[in-house]
């Protein structure tokens, strides 16, 4: 199973979470940044329907995938 770190970090001024190398809107407080990031943690661990999704490669070809709805990652909040 996956597990996907945000992290609460110093961004534009104020405070965001950020995932990977993707931040989050800006917060005024480090508090606000951690609430938020611990509700968008706790919302992507909730099971969802079973679907295809289609995606296209770096390579222009297209794929299709099934993705479980009952195979949500674990998460946590880190900062």
């Keep these: 199973m ?5 992290e609460i970090v110093e961004h534009d001024g104020g405070w965001a979470y950020k995932v ?8 005024r407080t480090h508090d ?10 706790a919302e992507q661990q909730v099971p969802g329907e079973t ?3 289609a995606y296209q490669d770096e390579d222009g ?6 993705s479980r709805g ?7 909040v880190q900062g």
């Design 2 to 6: 996956a597990l996907v770190h945000y």
């Design 61 to 66: 070809r297209w794929h299709d995938e099934v």
């Design 20 to 27: 990977g190398d993707v931040y989050s809107e800006t917060f």
């Design 70 to 76: 009952q195979d949500r990652p674990e998460t946590d």
């Design 32 to 41: 606000d940044a951690r609430r938020a990031a611990e509700r968008a943690a």
């Design 51 to 53: 679907e295809t999704i």
